[in-house]
């Protein structure tokens, strides 16, 4: 987590520092900034507004925190607030560091948990306000988030936060196995009264277990793929949406995609994968034909790279421990296939 931390005074700015050493500790990249007239070496120095100061930094930094009054920061954030999906934490914590609020993304965000760790450097008492947290209630978007999952429907989000704070409850179903005990609120299995509003926890949209369903789309899959040289990144895009197609898997289920080293600075590979925002990884004819099983094979492929097939064995090469969901698919001379990892996501 990318941290700034900006001050505006002298024992603020002293609380900054033991906030980046307890913070650097626990693997975030923190940086200091000081609005005022003391001077530091190790602080950065805020020439503009804070306002403006905040606008530059609100699209790149993963958290704030202000180390003063919740006016100055509700001020300068203000402008920029967009989504509680893509906005940033924002905390606030005062100067003596008694109290560590968290004001802004408390859950996707992770603004609630930075509010718990500030307080715990500091010593100071966490302020949380979200309903879900202050009664002890499951909350979706942060299970999401803590497990790396896609959130559908954020309508059905609150829906589910709602229903569980009456104590009523919720469905759940997981094509994966959990590790932890299901949250009190959540049932799964057979019913006698199914509940209408639930959670799937999927890699595909083929299931619809519930009549209102908030589908939690982890990012299990591995997508292997094959082409001629020179092949361009639309016919790449097309080829792995008609191979998703096929079983309703969408695109921010892709973990990865990958294939055999002689395409490792294949054009329409490479870009296809900057413009979805997926790590593209390749192997050796050697590190394919390592794997055991059965892989649709093609004369053809074997007499030029070495291999009888590319995309089913990159693919399951890349996801380490899994298995094929999607075996060679072709289209327009790109062969993809699928493969998902094994996966448990954990409450």
Not at 30 to 47: H, I, L, N
Not at 191 to 218: D, N, V
Not at 324 to 338: E, N, Q, S
Request: contains cysteine; glycine residues 10%; neutral net charge.
């Amino acid at each position: 987590m990318e941290i700034g931390i900006i001050s505006f005074s002298r024992r603020g700015y002293e609380l900054g520092e033991k906030l980046r050493t307890g913070l650097e500790e626990r693997d975030c990249q923190v940086s200091v900034w000081g609005k005022g007239r003391f001077s530091s070496d190790t602080a950065y120095q805020v020439e503009e507004s804070v306002g403006q100061w905040t606008g530059n930094h609100f699209g790149t930094l993963d958290g704030f925190i202000f180390v003063g009054a919740c006016g100055i920061a509700v001020r300068s954030i203000a402008p920029y607030i967009r989504h509680k999906t893509v906005d940033p934490a924002v905390v606030v914590v005062d100067e003596k560091g008694k109290f560590a609020i968290s004001l802004l993304s408390g859950h996707i965000g992770g603004g609630n948990r930075l509010a718990q760790t500030v307080a715990e450097i500091a010593g100071a008492q966490p302020v949380v306000t979200t309903a879900t947290d202050l009664n002890q209630v499951f909350a979706v978007d942060m299970f999401a988030q803590k497990n790396g999952c896609y959130m559908a429907d954020m309508k059905y989000a609150k829906e589910i936060s709602a229903r569980l704070l009456e104590g009523k409850p919720v469905g759940f179903y997981s094509d994966f196995p959990w590790v932890g005990d299901l949250p009190q609120g959540l049932v799964h299995g057979e019913q006698e009264e199914k509940p209408e509003l639930g959670i799937a926890l999927t890699a595909s949209f083929r299931e619809h277990p519930f009549l209102h369903t908030l589908y939690l789309i982890p990012r299990v899959i591995s997508v292997g793929i094959g082409c001629r040289k020179g092949t361009p990144m639309k016919k790449i895009e097309e080829a792995v949406r008609y191979a998703g197609n096929q079983l309703l898997i969408p695109v921010v289920a892709f973990e990865q995609a990958a294939s055999i080293d002689l395409k490792k600075d294949e054009p329409g590979i490479v870009d296809y994968c900057r413009e979805r925002q997926i790590p593209y990884v390749t192997f050796s004819a050697e590190e394919l034909n390592e794997l055991e099983g059965q892989f649709t094979p093609s004369p053809f492929v074997e007499s030029v790279a070495g291999v009888d097939n590319v995309c089913e064995r990159s693919a399951l090469r890349a996801c380490g421990k899994g298995r094929i969901v999607l075996r060679k698919t072709t289209r327009d001379g790109v062969t993809v296939a699928l493969a998902m990892k094994k996966w448990s996501p954990v409450f």
